[in-house]
Antibody, heavy 120, light 110 residues
Framework: QLQLQESGPGLMKPSETLSLTCSVS??????????WGWIRQPPGKGLEWIGT???????YFNPSLKSRVTISVDTSKNQFSLKVNSVTAADTAVYYC????????????WGQGTLVTVSS | QSALTQPASVSGSPGQSITISCTGT?????????VSWYQQHSGKAPKLMIS???NRPSGVSHRFSGSKSGNTASLTISGLQAEDEAEYYC??????????FGGGTKLTVL
């Protein structure tokens, strides 16, 4: 059974770089038929797609975040990672990692999510 | 990119049917069959309920169904049960190869 698990710091200061890792178990991340991505949810608000990466390195990003976001894949560890530069309080959210089918036709499964709080 | 438009809330009594709409444009919902729906219970991760407008993944109750007309997709839940009370989000692939979500709809089972 495919499972995803996010890890990373829960508390950050403004202007720092947010770094999260998603560990994938139950299947190889090196599959042609799926992408791997990040989605976030500010407290009490809706879902926002951040970006998506394929094991071959191709990626897609939310235009509103593209300038600050990097998503990479480590096939040797069966993991993928998210970096967001110059965070502010507006980046406070639960961050989910997930598997996405081609054309992002479905997002499943999702990790349990990890809360990242940006505060001075 | 602006979020797809969903009603903020809907409600229904046990046994009734409800429909949640999701309105976009010809560049997303109207242009592709890649609309999906997610159920999120409080404090939990979202769960895929419908993909490709109307496809129900294995394990999802037959009470959940999806459809689309023009730029508006819809999720219908029949035979409402207390466990259906949750937030529901639609999502669509877009013409610029991005994924866009709806603002979410809170379903209350009276």
């Amino acid at each position: 059974q495919l499972q995803l698990q996010e890890s990373g710091p829960g508390l950050m200061k403004p202007s720092e770089t947010l770094s999260l890792t998603c560990s994938v178990s139950g299947d190889s991340i090196s599959t042609r038929n799926y992408y791997w991505g990040w989605i976030r949810q500010p407290p009490g608000k809706g879902l926002e797609w951040i970006g998506t990466v394929h094991y071959d390195g191709s990626n897609y990003f939310n235009p509103s975040l593209k300038s600050r976001v990097t998503i990479s894949v480590d096939t040797s560890k069966n993991q993928f990672s998210l970096k967001v530069n110059s965070v502010t309080a507006a980046d406070t959210a639960v961050y989910y990692c997930a598997r996405l089918a081609l054309w992002f036709r479905e997002v499943s499964p999702w990790g349990q999510g990890t809360l990242v709080t940006v505060s001075s | 990119q602006s979020a797809l438009t969903q009603p903020a809330s809907v409600s229904g009594s046990p046994g009734q049917s409800i429909t949640i709409s999701c309105t976009g444009t010809s560049s997303d919902v109207g242009g592709y069959k890649y609309v999906s729906w997610y159920q999120q219970h409080s404090g939990k991760a979202p769960k895929l309920m419908i993909s490709d407008v109307s496809n129900r993944p294995s394990g999802v109750s037959h009470r959940f169904s999806g459809s689309k007309s023009g730029n508006t997709a819809s999720l219908t839940i029949s035979g409402l049960q207390a466990e259906d009370e949750a937030e529901y989000y639609c999502a669509s692939y877009t013409s610029i190869s991005t994924l866009i979500f709806g603002g979410g709809t809170k379903l209350t089972v009276l």
